[in-house]
Nanobody, 121 residues
Framework: QLHLVESGGGLVQPGGSLRLSCSAS????????IGWFRQAPGMEREEVLC????????TYADSAKGRFTIVKDNSKNTVYLQMSNLKHEDTAVYYCAPVAGACPGSPFGSWGRGTQVTVSS
């Protein structure tokens, strides 16, 4: 059973940085593309970034370009989302999920609890 756990969220001021972690258990991340998604209150869940199984290629939503980076550490079975220059509109619950096929792809499996990121002064 695929199981991913998100962590690292918190309260940060505008312009600040955070690193989120997505840890896998029960399966090997080497074989899956992984996407980071977010859902703000009253909004649809959107895919922010996605990384290929090998980690060699990534895709970014326009909102993430230049500010967010996704890194895959297959030795730790973990995917990281490094966020910088955070803005109020980045406030959301962030989730990770395996995606079908290549990035950007459709997530599959059950959603985890996510991790809350709040950008506020």
């Amino acid at each position: 059973q695929l199981h991913l756990v998100e962590s690292g969220g918190g309260l940060v001021q505008p312009g600040g940085s955070l690193r989120l972690s997505c840890s896998a258990s029960g399966f090997n991340l080497t074989y899956y593309a992984i996407g980071w998604f977010r859902q703000a209150p009253g909004m649809e869940r959107e895919e922010v970034l996605c990384i290929s199984p090998s980690g060699a290629s990534t895709t970014y939503a326009d909102s993430a370009k230049g500010r967010f980076t996704i890194v895959k550490d297959n030795s730790k079975n973990t995917v990281y989302l490094q966020m910088s220059n955070l803005k109020h509109e980045d406030t959301a619950v962030y989730y990770c999920a395996p995606v079908a096929g290549a990035c950007p792809g459709s997530p599959f499996g059950s959603w985890g609890r996510g991790t809350q990121v709040t950008v506020s002064s």
